[in-house]
């Protein structure tokens, strides 16, 4: 069993909405922080967003402040990343991650990795 899977990437205009999620093995047992990350071609991974899911405490990267929101459903051990008024530059394979520690936006700070889903926005 994958300790994380990610679902709900897809096609979008710019301008238009997806909600991702994350559903996590270990929901808030083993793990305390979930971050996304997106990667775009030939881009190094990057962290957008993360929750501490002890106190719900979130941090977003400064792109996507006002625009993308985490959220929680605890009954179904998934996290989602809320992506509104999408762009073009937002195209990327998004993942999220896990790890025992303290929330961060650094991608080398994550022990769990899912498998990612695309988010391509058209101009």
């Known amino acids: 069993q994958l300790p994380l899977v990610e679902s709900g990437g897809g096609l979008v205009q710019s301008g238009g909405s997806l909600r991702l999620s994350c559903v996590v093995s270990?929901?808030?047992?083993?793990?305390?922080?979930i971050g996304w990350f997106r990667q775009a071609p030939g881009k190094e991974r990057e962290g957008v967003a993360c929750?501490?899911?002890?106190?719900?405490?979130?941090e977003y990267e400064d792109s996507v402040k006002g625009r993308f929101f985490i959220s929680r459903d605890n009954a179904k051990n998934t996290i989602y990343l809320h992506l509104n008024s999408l762009k073009p530059e937002d195209t990327a394979i998004y993942y999220c991650?896990?790890?025992?520690?303290?929330?961060?936006?650094?991608?080398?700070?994550?022990?769990?990795w899912g498998q990612g889903t695309q988010v391509t926005v058209s101009s």
């Open positions: 929750i501490d899911l002890r106190d719900s405490t979130t």
């Open positions: 991650a896990a790890d025992p520690g303290l929330p961060t936006l650094n991608r080398f700070l994550y022990e769990a």
């Open positions: 270990g929901f808030s047992v083993k793990y305390h922080a």
